[in-house]
């Protein structure tokens, strides 16, 4: 029904619809403030049961003094948060290379405003209307119908994956162990044969000295890797001893001690 009554397809409609919800709630707050305003007067000066013409005269020149501001203020928001809707419009019809054109004078269109103060009641006839209906009761989800809490099985999930990632790394780092304990034996054995060489012949020596040396050098490397490696192996298996293992639990237990 909107739609037709504006012109407008459902979802500039809305837009409409939106902006009358945001114009209503100024527009009260606006009303509010002229009461905050008379009330203010009323326990303020209002203290005397007699008056005279001058002192009447001064009350109320004050009071249209301050409802004046009030309203030149609330006006001059209105203009500049109308033009803001309207920047928003002509960007968007810039984004698409179109170049939008608003007709001023449409805005004393007497037909039109009518057309639109009938649509806003009709709008807020139908939402409090809504609001009187009463509100269908919200039967409560029992818990663990399905036999385990889901954030619990996500966390069940989620160390299980853990866990055979240090499976796999674990597998992983014994495996490079292995060969590296492997290459620095073979090098040990290449520096013993090298240094059992006895040749009489001096380059061949100075050969077999350099060869040898390179050796050593291989081997202290080895050696090194070796440890890091050992060390990141047994680091490994303690983060992995201190992951519960919870591939085959329904739940985790916290628990110690004895069974």
């Known amino acids: 029904m909107a739609s037709s009554e504006l012109d407008l397809n459902p979802t500039h409609s809305k837009y409409v619809i939106d902006y009358l ?16 305003s008379f009330k203010d007067v009323e326990e303020s000066r209002l203290v005397e049961s ?10 109320l020149s004050g009071l249209c ?50 057309k639109i103060v009938q649509f806003e009641e009709r709008v807020f006839e139908k939402e409090a209307n809504l ?12 818990l663990n119908t399905g036999g385990g809490d889901k954030l619990l099985q996500l966390e069940i999930t989620r160390l299980e994956q853990e866990n055979k990632k240090l499976v796999e790394r674990v597998r992983l780092l014994e495996s490079k162990v292995t060969t590296t304990f492997k290459e620095r034996d073979e090098l040990k054995a290449k520096v013993d044969i090298s240094k059992q060489e006895s040749v009489s012949s001096e380059d061949t020596a100075k050969q077999s ?4 040396s390179m050796l050593e050098d291989k081997l202290k490397q080895t050696t ?36």
């Open 209 to 212: 000295d350099n060869q040898r």
């Open 65 to 114: 003094g301050v409802i004046k501001a009030d309203m030149q203020s609330e006006l001059i928001a209105t203009s500049h948060t109308n033009v803001l809707l309207l920047r928003q419009l002509f960007k968007e019809g810039e984004k698409w290379r179109i170049n939008l054109q608003v007709d001023i004078s449409e805005l004393e269109n007497r037909d039109l405003l009518e």
């Open 131 to 142: 609001m009187q209906l009463p509100k269908p009761l919200q039967l409560l989800v029992p």
């Open 21 to 36: 919800h945001h114009a209503r709630f100024k527009r009260n707050q606006c009303i509010k403030s002229i009461d905050a």
């Open 224 to 259: 090194s890797e070796l440890e890091k490696v050992t060390l990141d192996l047994q680091s490994t298996k303690e983060v992995r001893m201190t992951t519960p293992l919870c591939c085959h639990a329904p739940y985790i237990s916290c628990s110690t001690g004895a069974g």
């Open 50 to 59: 007699t008056f005279t013409c001058d002192e009447v005269q001064q009350i």
